[in-house]
């Protein structure tokens, strides 16, 4: 079994709700997660799954004009970047993207490609396509903690289409 990447189709919205939550699970809010794949294929709505998992009770929105939607729920702290509007990679320093990036920070980033090749090493990068009704999601670590999230979501995701 490989444990760095993995896979898992998402039949509809709900699906990727859950496939969020199951990844919060994982995570315990921290780390460095990018969300790539085009418009309308769910980016958002996994990252809503994930904070309503956290514990977020309130509208998940798209960061899509204010670039970043920062959350804090409870003790935890998460960044939640849609960088589609970043114009050039140095615009980043006023975001302080950087300065959010710690051991006690989630930080989630739709369009990280907008950002290279100043973006810090991502622990876990997915990517989301349609296909037929649904997405496809497939999932790769770069970091030894990406490892271990990439791991646990392998279990948990044989769980969800199970
Ligand atoms: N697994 C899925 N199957 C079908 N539709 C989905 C799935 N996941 C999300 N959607 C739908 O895709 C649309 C766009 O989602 P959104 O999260 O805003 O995309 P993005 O952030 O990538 O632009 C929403 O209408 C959502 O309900
Ligand atoms: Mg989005």
Same mark, same amino acid.
């Given at each position: 079994?490989?444990?760095? &990447?993995?896979? !898992?189709?998402? *039949? $509809?919205?709900? %699906?990727?709700? &859950?496939?969020? &939550?199951?990844?919060?699970?994982c *995570?315990?809010?921290?780390?460095? @997660?990018?969300?790539?794949?085009? @418009?309308?294929?769910?980016? *958002?709505?996994? !990252?809503?799954?994930?904070?309503? %998992?956290? #514990?977020?009770? #309130?509208? /998940?929105?798209?960061?899509?004009?204010?670039? /970043?939607?920062?959350?804090?729920?409870?003790? @935890?702290? /998460?960044?939640?970047?849609?960088?589609?509007?970043?114009?050039?990679?140095?615009?980043?320093?006023?975001?302080?993207?950087? $300065?959010? =990036? $710690?051991?006690?920070?989630? *930080?989630? =980033?739709?369009?990280?490609?907008?950002?290279?090749?100043? +973006?810090?090493? &991502?622990?876990l990068?997915?990517? +989301?396509? /349609?296909?037929?009704?649904?997405?496809?999601?497939?999932?790769?670590?770069?970091?030894?903690?990406g490892?271990i999230l990439s791991?646990a979501l392998?279990?948990?995701?044989?769980?969800?289409? %199970?």
């Open positions: 079994m490989t444990i760095d &990447a993995g896979t !898992c189709f998402l *039949t $509809d919205e709900k %699906a990727t709700l &859950a496939f969020g &939550a199951a990844l919060a699970r *995570t315990g809010g921290r780390g460095l @997660l990018t969300l790539r794949g085009n @418009l309308g294929c769910g980016k *958002t709505t996994l !990252c809503r799954g994930l904070l309503r %998992a956290l #514990g977020h009770t #309130g509208p /998940v929105k798209s960061p899509t004009y204010t670039l /970043v939607e920062p959350y804090e729920i409870g003790e @935890l702290r /998460v960044f939640h970047y849609d960088l589609y509007r970043l114009n050039d990679p140095a615009e980043l320093e006023y975001l302080g993207l950087r $300065d959010f =990036i $710690d051991d006690f920070t989630l *930080t989630l =980033i739709e369009w990280p490609e907008k950002a290279y090749p100043l +973006l810090p090493l &991502a622990d990068e997915l990517n +989301l396509q /349609v296909s037929l009704e649904g997405r496809q999601l497939s999932w790769h670590a770069l970091t030894p903690y490892n791991a392998t279990l948990l995701a044989e769980q969800l289409v %199970a």
